[in-house]
């Protein structure tokens, strides 16, 4: 065992995890540009479909990348202008009504409600509980660190409205060359499992997120409409609340469910738009499992559903609702690399030992009796 270690390769290790180390030190200290980059790998992957068709349609590649951007830049500043300032004045007009006394309020009127049909409840189980977790939520020690922390968001976000669609646009521009430009970093023994690797995770992925993001809009947009007709003023501001939710497979919708009950009853003070407002969001739950999902790419991971519970929690354990937001994308980039590199270590030549590569003999003839005259 020991004999087989040179001089040479152990230069190599050192190397190796010089590098790494390196790399893990560089991404730690640079963590916003990581996200960003990240950001832009994803917006290259929902928006490199539609310039392939552009491309294939006979238009410079170069000017289908500018045309589909200036485009997604104008939908999102016609967004920033139209639809954000309403939400905004909703969640204002929301958070001026969350006082302790109203969130007290509400809480004992849903306590009082659930103890007339469970009779079993103890008194003030929700109350003391909600009222507690308001006065940490409300504690005017923290408000500056609030303050600091929103105005590194601000900052954070004027950077990223610089970096992320510059980046989006070579990521789409030179992806084939950038792919190819690592690729050559991989020794030739791993290259077709790698490449085989990244074609199946960046296929998966893609599909993935431009299925989750139609699906959520459509979920949006219903859940805004359906609640508006239910009589909800908030309803924007919920509605879309809802369709980001519903990227989280089984707790998006019970957070549509909750989200809708308790503005329903801050509107009102009383429960008489409780049950429109949960019909609205059964609605569009309905709608969603009947109609979208089978229309568009089911966002299912391939995985059994308590799996996927399962990788929804540790997510939530890890990151809380970021780690729950991107729990199943790192789980299929994940299953995708295990069953990639299983098949691979079966099925390719050279990933063998020696001593598991058949040795092919000539087989020796067997003398014939001669035949008698």
Sequence with gaps: MFNNITLEKIVKFIASLAALTLLALVLYNYSNLVVYAIIAILFSYLLDPLVNRMQSAGMNRTIAISLTMATVILIIVWISTSIIPIIANQMAALAGQLSMDNIRFIAQEIENHLMDNFEFLPPGFLQDNVTQLSENLFDTTRITDIMANLIGIFTNLFAAFLIIPFATFFFLKDG??????????????????????????????????????????????TSWLFLSIAGLSNSASVGITIGVANTIPYFGPIIGYLLSIVVSIIETGDFSLVLPCLLAVLLVQILDNVVFQPLIFSKSADMHPVAILFIIMVGAQTAGMLGMLVAIPIATTLKITFNQMRWSFNNYYVYRTDAQTPIITSTPKTLEKPKEA
């Design 176 to 221: 084939s060359k950038i792919r190819r430009d690592l690729l050559q970093l991989v020794p030739n023994k791993y290259f077709e499992t790698t490449l085989s690797l990244i074609d199946k995770v960046e296929t998966r992925l893609g599909i993935y997120f431009r299925s989750v993001l139609l699906q959520s809009t459509l979920v949006a947009l």
